[in-house]
Protein backbone atom coordinates (compact mmCIF):
# COMPACT_ATOMS: atom_id res chain seq x y z
CA UNK A 1 0.00 0.00 0.00
CA UNK A 2 2.66 2.36 0.89
CA UNK A 3 4.47 1.34 -1.73
CA UNK A 4 1.57 1.99 -4.17
CA UNK A 5 1.33 5.83 -2.62
CA UNK A 6 4.92 6.70 -3.12
CA UNK A 7 4.71 5.56 -6.59
CA UNK A 8 1.49 8.19 -7.00
CA UNK A 9 3.56 10.41 -5.21
CA UNK A 10 6.66 10.43 -7.69
CA UNK A 11 4.33 9.90 -11.00
CA UNK A 12 2.51 13.44 -9.81
CA UNK A 13 5.61 15.80 -8.89
CA UNK A 14 6.05 15.77 -12.93
CA UNK A 15 2.32 17.06 -13.38
CA UNK A 16 3.13 19.42 -10.19
CA UNK A 17 6.82 20.62 -12.25
CA UNK A 18 4.21 21.09 -15.75
CA UNK A 19 1.77 23.10 -14.01
CA UNK A 20 4.36 25.20 -11.93
CA UNK A 21 5.66 26.06 -15.67
CA UNK A 22 2.08 26.55 -16.86
CA UNK A 23 1.73 29.21 -14.75
CA UNK A 24 5.93 30.65 -14.39
CA UNK A 25 4.86 31.26 -18.82
CA UNK A 26 1.57 32.46 -17.94
CA UNK A 27 2.82 34.98 -15.71
CA UNK A 28 5.49 36.17 -17.64
CA UNK A 29 3.39 36.55 -20.86
CA UNK A 30 0.92 38.71 -19.08
CA UNK A 31 3.06 40.51 -17.35
CA UNK A 32 5.30 41.10 -21.19
CA UNK A 33 1.09 41.87 -22.35
CA UNK A 34 0.83 44.49 -19.59
CA UNK A 35 4.24 46.43 -20.07
CA UNK A 36 3.23 46.14 -23.94
CA UNK A 37 -0.61 47.71 -23.20
CA UNK A 38 0.66 50.51 -20.83
CA UNK A 39 3.80 52.15 -23.18
CA UNK A 40 1.11 52.17 -25.44
CA UNK A 41 -1.16 53.77 -23.66
CA UNK A 42 1.52 55.92 -21.97
CA UNK A 43 1.89 56.88 -26.08
CA UNK A 44 -1.48 57.97 -26.89
CA UNK A 45 -1.70 60.45 -23.44
CA UNK A 46 1.67 62.16 -24.84
CA UNK A 47 -0.27 62.19 -28.51
CA UNK A 48 -3.44 63.72 -27.17
CA UNK A 49 -1.87 66.16 -24.67
CA UNK A 50 0.82 67.10 -27.86
CA UNK A 51 -2.46 67.82 -30.43
CA UNK A 52 -4.61 69.81 -27.79
CA UNK A 53 -1.21 71.85 -27.20
CA UNK A 54 -1.41 72.08 -31.10
CA UNK A 55 -5.10 73.05 -31.09
CA UNK A 56 -4.39 75.70 -28.59
CA UNK A 57 -1.50 77.19 -30.45
CA UNK A 58 -3.11 76.92 -33.86
CA UNK A 59 -5.96 79.38 -32.14
CA UNK A 60 -3.59 81.85 -30.56
CA UNK A 61 -1.50 82.43 -33.83
CA UNK A 62 -4.68 82.60 -36.01
CA UNK A 63 -6.05 85.32 -33.11
CA UNK A 64 -2.87 87.13 -33.27
CA UNK A 65 -2.99 87.60 -36.97
CA UNK A 66 -6.12 88.85 -36.81
CA UNK A 67 -5.56 91.05 -34.21
CA UNK A 68 -2.64 92.31 -36.58
CA UNK A 69 -5.24 92.54 -39.45
CA UNK A 70 -7.58 94.59 -37.94
CA UNK A 71 -4.41 97.23 -36.86
CA UNK A 72 -2.91 97.39 -40.14
CA UNK A 73 -6.53 97.83 -42.15
CA UNK A 74 -7.10 100.71 -39.60
CA UNK A 75 -4.20 102.83 -39.98
CA UNK A 76 -1.42 100.70 -38.23
CA UNK A 77 2.24 100.13 -39.72
CA UNK A 78 3.21 96.87 -41.57
CA UNK A 79 5.34 95.08 -39.19
CA UNK A 80 2.64 94.88 -36.17
CA UNK A 81 2.08 91.50 -37.48
CA UNK A 82 6.15 90.27 -37.05
CA UNK A 83 5.77 92.24 -33.25
CA UNK A 84 3.06 90.69 -32.69
CA UNK A 85 4.15 87.06 -33.65
CA UNK A 86 7.22 87.83 -32.91
CA UNK A 87 5.65 88.20 -28.74
CA UNK A 88 3.63 85.47 -29.28
CA UNK A 89 6.57 83.04 -30.03
CA UNK A 90 8.36 84.37 -26.69
CA UNK A 91 5.68 84.15 -24.47
CA UNK A 92 5.19 80.04 -26.20
CA UNK A 93 8.55 80.00 -24.85
CA UNK A 94 8.94 80.94 -22.16
CA UNK A 95 5.73 78.94 -20.14
CA UNK A 96 5.16 75.60 -22.05
CA UNK A 97 5.45 72.43 -19.36
CA UNK A 98 5.34 69.85 -22.44
CA UNK A 99 8.96 71.07 -22.85
CA UNK A 100 10.79 73.23 -25.16
CA UNK A 101 8.62 74.90 -27.81
CA UNK A 102 10.08 76.86 -30.66
CA UNK A 103 7.84 78.98 -33.09
CA UNK A 104 9.33 80.30 -36.01
CA UNK A 105 6.99 82.21 -37.88
CA UNK A 106 7.74 83.64 -41.61
CA UNK A 107 5.07 86.68 -43.17
CA UNK A 108 4.40 86.35 -47.19
CA UNK A 109 5.71 88.31 -49.07
CA UNK A 110 4.80 88.34 -52.61
CA UNK A 111 3.74 90.36 -55.60
CA UNK A 112 0.63 90.72 -53.24
CA UNK A 113 1.60 90.54 -49.91
CA UNK A 114 4.20 92.38 -48.66
CA UNK A 115 5.69 91.93 -44.28
CA UNK A 116 2.31 89.61 -44.56
CA UNK A 117 -0.06 91.69 -45.07
CA UNK A 118 -2.24 92.86 -48.52
CA UNK A 119 -4.70 95.42 -48.75
CA UNK A 120 -5.90 95.91 -51.69
CA UNK A 121 -9.11 98.35 -51.93
CA UNK A 122 -8.30 100.24 -55.39
CA UNK A 123 -9.31 97.82 -57.53
CA UNK A 124 -12.77 97.91 -59.10
CA UNK A 125 -15.57 96.17 -57.70
CA UNK A 126 -13.67 94.53 -54.94
CA UNK A 127 -11.44 94.94 -51.50
CA UNK A 128 -9.66 92.55 -49.61
CA UNK A 129 -7.81 93.03 -46.56
CA UNK A 130 -5.15 89.29 -45.76
CA UNK A 131 -2.79 88.60 -43.95
CA UNK A 132 -0.80 85.24 -44.51
CA UNK A 133 2.63 83.61 -42.55
CA UNK A 134 3.56 80.49 -42.55
CA UNK A 135 4.51 78.97 -38.83
CA UNK A 136 7.21 76.10 -37.84
CA UNK A 137 6.32 74.50 -34.65
CA UNK A 138 9.45 72.48 -32.48
CA UNK A 139 8.61 71.29 -29.55
CA UNK A 140 10.96 69.15 -27.93
CA UNK A 141 9.48 67.22 -25.26
CA UNK A 142 10.58 64.64 -22.55
CA UNK A 143 7.89 62.02 -24.66
CA UNK A 144 8.81 63.26 -28.33
CA UNK A 145 9.92 65.59 -30.05
CA UNK A 146 7.07 67.18 -32.52
CA UNK A 147 7.89 69.31 -36.13
CA UNK A 148 5.54 70.94 -37.41
CA UNK A 149 4.68 73.34 -40.18
CA UNK A 150 1.08 75.20 -40.90
CA UNK A 151 -0.32 78.20 -42.33
CA UNK A 152 -2.99 81.09 -41.40
CA UNK A 153 -4.54 83.26 -43.20
CA UNK A 154 -7.35 85.75 -42.52
CA UNK A 155 -8.77 87.52 -45.38
CA UNK A 156 -11.79 89.72 -45.41
CA UNK A 157 -12.96 90.82 -49.13
CA UNK A 158 -15.66 92.72 -50.04
CA UNK A 159 -17.49 92.95 -53.43
CA UNK A 160 -19.55 95.96 -54.59
CA UNK A 161 -21.60 96.57 -57.62
CA UNK A 162 -24.77 98.55 -58.45
CA UNK A 163 -26.55 100.63 -60.74
CA UNK A 164 -28.55 104.25 -60.32
CA UNK A 165 -32.37 105.12 -62.05
CA UNK A 166 -32.96 108.81 -62.38
CA UNK A 167 -35.98 110.18 -60.53
CA UNK A 168 -36.49 114.13 -61.23
CA UNK A 169 -33.75 116.78 -62.44
CA UNK A 170 -30.08 115.55 -60.75
CA UNK A 171 -32.02 113.37 -58.39
CA UNK A 172 -31.23 109.78 -58.37
CA UNK A 173 -31.74 106.25 -56.81
CA UNK A 174 -28.45 104.18 -56.49
CA UNK A 175 -29.18 100.10 -55.31
CA UNK A 176 -25.85 98.55 -54.31
CA UNK A 177 -25.75 95.36 -53.02
CA UNK A 178 -22.46 94.17 -51.52
CA UNK A 179 -20.93 90.85 -50.54
CA UNK A 180 -19.00 90.46 -47.66
CA UNK A 181 -16.44 86.99 -47.54
CA UNK A 182 -13.89 85.89 -44.76
CA UNK A 183 -11.66 83.45 -46.67
CA UNK A 184 -14.27 82.84 -49.72
CA UNK A 185 -17.37 81.97 -46.82
CA UNK A 186 -19.81 84.44 -46.56
CA UNK A 187 -19.32 86.76 -43.36
CA UNK A 188 -20.94 89.54 -41.32
CA UNK A 189 -20.55 93.06 -41.47
CA UNK A 190 -20.47 95.03 -38.32
CA UNK A 191 -20.33 98.51 -39.62
CA UNK A 192 -20.85 99.94 -43.42
CA UNK A 193 -20.35 103.47 -44.09
CA UNK A 194 -20.92 104.32 -47.84
CA UNK A 195 -19.22 107.31 -49.84
CA UNK A 196 -20.54 109.09 -53.47
CA UNK A 197 -18.26 111.40 -55.59
CA UNK A 198 -19.49 114.70 -56.20
CA UNK A 199 -18.18 117.24 -58.18
CA UNK A 200 -14.64 115.84 -57.36
CA UNK A 201 -15.13 115.19 -53.66
CA UNK A 202 -16.38 112.24 -51.47
CA UNK A 203 -19.40 112.92 -49.55
CA UNK A 204 -20.93 110.29 -46.98
CA UNK A 205 -24.63 108.84 -47.74
CA UNK A 206 -26.61 109.19 -43.95
CA UNK A 207 -29.97 108.81 -43.24
CA UNK A 208 -31.32 112.67 -44.85
CA UNK A 209 -30.20 110.36 -47.92
CA UNK A 210 -33.23 108.10 -47.26
CA UNK A 211 -30.02 105.33 -46.45
CA UNK A 212 -31.83 102.16 -46.40
CA UNK A 213 -29.48 98.74 -45.72
CA UNK A 214 -30.93 95.37 -45.65
CA UNK A 215 -28.69 92.67 -44.68
CA UNK A 216 -29.52 89.47 -45.03
CA UNK A 217 -27.20 87.91 -42.76
CA UNK A 218 -25.93 85.51 -45.02
CA UNK A 219 -22.70 87.82 -46.14
CA UNK A 220 -24.83 89.86 -48.52
CA UNK A 221 -26.33 93.10 -48.14
CA UNK A 222 -28.81 95.27 -50.46
CA UNK A 223 -28.60 99.45 -49.96
CA UNK A 224 -30.37 101.90 -51.68
CA UNK A 225 -30.07 106.02 -51.41
CA UNK A 226 -31.04 109.32 -53.18
CA UNK A 227 -28.71 111.46 -54.43
CA UNK A 228 -28.58 114.72 -56.67
CA UNK A 229 -25.56 115.02 -58.65
CA UNK A 230 -25.56 116.12 -62.45
CA UNK A 231 -22.52 113.04 -63.40
CA UNK A 232 -23.91 109.98 -65.67
CA UNK A 233 -22.26 107.67 -63.98
CA UNK A 234 -22.12 108.13 -60.33
CA UNK A 235 -18.39 106.80 -58.03
CA UNK A 236 -19.46 104.95 -55.16
CA UNK A 237 -17.32 103.57 -51.83
CA UNK A 238 -18.38 101.32 -49.31
CA UNK A 239 -16.19 100.75 -45.90
CA UNK A 240 -16.75 98.08 -43.99
CA UNK A 241 -15.88 96.49 -40.65
CA UNK A 242 -16.47 92.98 -40.35
CA UNK A 243 -17.57 91.51 -36.60
CA UNK A 244 -13.31 90.53 -36.41
CA UNK A 245 -12.89 94.77 -36.71
CA UNK A 246 -11.15 94.38 -40.00
CA UNK A 247 -11.51 97.30 -42.51
CA UNK A 248 -12.00 96.92 -46.25
CA UNK A 249 -12.88 98.87 -48.75
CA UNK A 250 -14.23 99.21 -52.49
CA UNK A 251 -15.15 101.24 -54.92
CA UNK A 252 -17.74 101.26 -57.72
CA UNK A 253 -19.30 102.82 -60.64
CA UNK A 254 -22.67 102.63 -61.20
CA UNK A 255 -24.27 103.75 -64.49
CA UNK A 256 -28.14 104.21 -65.30
CA UNK A 257 -30.66 101.34 -66.14
CA UNK B 1 18.68 12.13 -2.31
CA UNK B 2 14.53 12.06 -3.43
CA UNK B 3 13.19 13.10 -0.06
CA UNK B 4 15.56 16.21 -0.35
CA UNK B 5 15.09 16.97 -3.95
CA UNK B 6 11.29 16.73 -3.20
CA UNK B 7 12.28 19.56 -0.04
CA UNK B 8 13.27 21.56 -2.55
CA UNK B 9 10.45 21.71 -4.91
CA UNK B 10 8.13 22.69 -2.09
CA UNK B 11 10.25 25.23 -1.18
CA UNK B 12 10.72 26.61 -4.98
CA UNK B 13 6.44 25.94 -5.56
CA UNK B 14 5.86 28.41 -2.75
CA UNK B 15 8.47 30.92 -3.93
CA UNK B 16 6.42 30.94 -7.24
CA UNK B 17 3.25 31.14 -5.54
CA UNK B 18 4.65 34.08 -3.27
CA UNK B 19 5.97 35.71 -6.55
CA UNK B 20 2.69 35.19 -8.33
CA UNK B 21 0.71 37.00 -5.20
CA UNK B 22 3.00 40.02 -5.29
CA UNK B 23 3.05 40.28 -8.63
CA UNK B 24 -1.33 40.16 -8.72
CA UNK B 25 -0.83 43.04 -6.35
CA UNK B 26 2.10 45.27 -7.68
CA UNK B 27 -0.25 45.00 -11.19
CA UNK B 28 -3.64 45.57 -9.68
CA UNK B 29 -2.32 49.14 -7.65
CA UNK B 30 -0.40 50.43 -10.91
CA UNK B 31 -3.71 49.42 -13.06
CA UNK B 32 -5.87 51.67 -10.43
CA UNK B 33 -3.10 54.67 -10.60
CA UNK B 34 -3.13 54.33 -14.48
CA UNK B 35 -7.20 54.76 -13.88
CA UNK B 36 -6.88 57.69 -12.16
CA UNK B 37 -3.86 59.62 -14.31
CA UNK B 38 -6.03 58.82 -17.23
CA UNK B 39 -9.24 60.52 -15.22
CA UNK B 40 -7.05 63.95 -14.55
CA UNK B 41 -5.80 63.86 -18.48
CA UNK B 42 -9.42 63.77 -19.37
CA UNK B 43 -10.60 66.60 -17.38
CA UNK B 44 -7.36 68.63 -18.83
CA UNK B 45 -8.34 67.69 -22.15
CA UNK B 46 -12.04 68.91 -21.68
CA UNK B 47 -10.82 72.12 -19.89
CA UNK B 48 -8.21 73.11 -22.41
CA UNK B 49 -10.77 72.56 -25.17
CA UNK B 50 -13.65 74.56 -23.55
CA UNK B 51 -11.10 77.42 -23.31
CA UNK B 52 -9.86 76.96 -27.10
CA UNK B 53 -14.22 76.97 -27.93
CA UNK B 54 -14.49 80.40 -26.12
CA UNK B 55 -11.39 81.14 -27.55
CA UNK B 56 -12.69 80.64 -31.75
CA UNK B 57 -14.65 83.90 -31.86
CA UNK B 58 -12.85 85.97 -29.88
CA UNK B 59 -14.93 86.27 -26.73
CA UNK B 60 -12.66 84.51 -24.16
CA UNK B 61 -10.02 88.14 -24.56
CA UNK B 62 -12.85 90.03 -25.20
CA UNK B 63 -13.85 89.29 -21.21
CA UNK B 64 -10.88 89.61 -20.18
CA UNK B 65 -10.49 92.90 -22.19
CA UNK B 66 -13.07 94.59 -19.93
CA UNK B 67 -12.85 92.69 -16.93
CA UNK B 68 -15.98 91.11 -17.46
CA UNK B 69 -15.29 88.25 -14.88
CA UNK B 70 -18.84 87.39 -14.29
CA UNK B 71 -19.55 86.95 -18.05
CA UNK B 72 -16.22 84.83 -17.80
CA UNK B 73 -17.50 82.61 -14.99
CA UNK B 74 -20.82 82.62 -17.22
CA UNK B 75 -19.57 81.70 -20.23
CA UNK B 76 -17.18 78.74 -18.49
CA UNK B 77 -20.31 77.06 -17.08
CA UNK B 78 -21.71 76.92 -19.67
CA UNK B 79 -19.05 75.08 -22.43
CA UNK B 80 -17.84 73.28 -19.24
CA UNK B 81 -19.91 70.14 -18.56
CA UNK B 82 -21.98 69.83 -15.76
CA UNK B 83 -20.57 68.31 -12.48
CA UNK B 84 -17.26 70.08 -13.12
CA UNK B 85 -15.78 73.12 -10.87
CA UNK B 86 -13.51 75.12 -12.21
CA UNK B 87 -11.08 77.96 -10.58
CA UNK B 88 -9.38 80.38 -13.19
CA UNK B 89 -6.85 82.86 -12.64
CA UNK B 90 -5.87 85.15 -15.67
CA UNK B 91 -2.26 86.76 -16.17
CA UNK B 92 -0.77 89.05 -18.36
CA UNK B 93 2.32 88.20 -20.27
CA UNK B 94 4.56 89.64 -17.19
CA UNK B 95 3.12 86.93 -14.94
CA UNK B 96 1.31 89.19 -12.98
CA UNK B 97 -2.52 88.72 -11.79
CA UNK B 98 -5.02 90.24 -13.93
CA UNK B 99 -8.43 89.37 -12.34
CA UNK B 100 -9.81 91.49 -9.59
CA UNK B 101 -12.33 88.68 -8.36
CA UNK B 102 -12.23 85.06 -7.68
CA UNK B 103 -13.27 83.14 -11.32
CA UNK B 104 -14.65 80.15 -10.02
CA UNK B 105 -18.18 78.51 -9.49
CA UNK B 106 -17.16 76.37 -6.43
CA UNK B 107 -15.23 74.76 -3.92
CA UNK B 108 -12.77 71.51 -4.82
CA UNK B 109 -13.93 68.44 -2.92
CA UNK B 110 -12.66 66.22 -5.11
CA UNK B 111 -8.84 64.58 -4.49
CA UNK B 112 -8.16 64.58 -8.32
CA UNK B 113 -7.75 68.29 -9.79
CA UNK B 114 -6.52 68.92 -12.91
CA UNK B 115 -4.27 71.81 -14.30
CA UNK B 116 -4.83 73.30 -17.91
CA UNK B 117 -2.04 76.13 -18.65
CA UNK B 118 -3.78 78.13 -22.09
CA UNK B 119 -1.88 81.24 -23.89
CA UNK B 120 -4.83 83.46 -24.82
CA UNK B 121 -3.99 86.23 -27.75
CA UNK B 122 -6.80 88.55 -28.14
CA UNK B 123 -8.29 89.45 -31.85
CA UNK B 124 -8.79 93.44 -30.55
CA UNK B 125 -6.65 96.04 -32.92
CA UNK B 126 -4.03 96.56 -29.84
CA UNK B 127 -2.38 93.00 -29.18
CA UNK B 128 -2.40 91.32 -25.74
CA UNK B 129 -1.48 87.74 -24.59
CA UNK B 130 -2.93 86.31 -21.43
CA UNK B 131 -1.48 83.13 -19.99
CA UNK B 132 -4.37 81.31 -18.32
CA UNK B 133 -4.60 78.88 -15.54
CA UNK B 134 -7.32 77.11 -15.11
CA UNK B 135 -7.70 73.96 -11.95
CA UNK B 136 -10.41 71.73 -12.28
CA UNK B 137 -12.09 69.43 -10.18
CA UNK B 138 -15.04 66.64 -10.38
CA UNK B 139 -17.60 68.21 -7.74
CA UNK B 140 -18.46 65.54 -5.33
Known amino acids: MKKRQRKFRANSSGQLLIVAALAIAILISSTAIYVYELSKETNSEDYSAISNFVLALKQSTRNAMISSLANVSNGGKKNVLAANLNRLSQVFRSINNLGICQLAFTPLSDSNYDSGTWLSWNISDMGVSSAYANFTLELYGMAMNVTLNYAVNVTTAITLNGYFTKLSGNEKLVNLTCNVYNKGEPGLAKNMTFFYERLGSWLPVDLSDNLSIMDYGNGTCRVSFTISTPSNAVQVSAHIYDVRDIFVQANTTCYEI | ?140
Request: aromatic letters at 8%.
Open chain 2, 1 to 140: MKSQNRGQIRIIEAFLAALIIFSSFAVSSNLSVRQNVNKSEDLASIGLQALVKLDSDGSLSKYIDCGNWTALRDALNIVLPAGICFNLTVYNDQMQQVNTAVISNGGFGSQQIAFVQYICASQSMVFRCYIIHLHLAVAT
